[in-house]
């Protein structure tokens, strides 16, 4: 009597014939769900504080670009539109996209031609640089004393203001 091992069964792993459409079909899938996710949960929310920490402002750029001052997290003003007409280019600041932010700090001392009370002055403030689709921005500055705000543009030529929003409440 022989001895009979039992039968091995092999695996084998069966691959559509179009394997390599279907791995790339699933990447190309899951891409395109980051991008469209990123692009939903666009950054709408911005801040810049005062060296101190004292001053915060907080920027919102949806639906429409408005601002609010803070003083130790305490609300300041209400949220406050901004916005800029310029003729020929619509209004800055309605329906914005942000392209990209850049912070910046500032310490230094700037001596003046002319002499006031001081041969120096301290030149001390935290810069939130906003950049908008349409080749304008915003730049915010917190000083330790206050807060200041600008658009500018890349527009080519010379540009008309036709008005400016601004309320503080």
């Given at each position: 009597?022989?001895?009979?091992?039992?039968?091995?069964?092999?695996?084998?792993?069966?691959?559509?014939?179009n394997y390599?459409?279907?791995?790339?079909?699933?990447l190309l899938t899951f891409l395109l769900c980051l991008f469209v996710a990123n692009r939903f949960s666009a950054q709408s929310s911005y801040s810049v504080s005062s060296?101190?920490?004292?001053?915060?402002?907080?920027i919102e750029t949806k639906p429409?670009?408005?601002?609010?001052?803070?003083?130790h997290d305490q609300a300041l003003t209400n949220p406050a539109m901004v916005s800029m007409n310029i003729a020929g280019n619509g209004m800055l600041g309605s329906r914005?996209?942000?392209l990209?932010?850049?912070k910046n700090t500032v310490n230094r001392t700037l001596q003046p031609a002319v002499?006031?009370?001081?041969?120096?002055?301290?030149?001390?403030?935290?810069?939130?640089?906003?950049?908008?689709?349409?080749?304008?921005?915003?730049?915010?500055?917190?000083?330790n004393e206050g807060v200041a705000y600008r658009f500018f543009t890349k527009f080519s030529g010379k540009i008309t203001v036709l008005d400016e929003t601004y309320s503080f409440h």
């Open positions: 009597p022989g001895h009979t091992s039992p039968k091995t069964k092999e695996l084998r792993y069966i691959y559509p014939k390599s459409l279907v791995m790339f079909l699933r060296p101190d920490g004292a001053l915060r402002v907080a429409d670009l408005r601002w609010q001052l803070f003083l914005s996209e942000v990209r932010s850049e002499k006031q009370k001081s041969a120096d002055i301290p030149e001390n403030y935290n810069e939130l640089t906003l950049h908008f689709k349409g080749d304008w921005g915003l730049v915010f500055r917190a000083y």
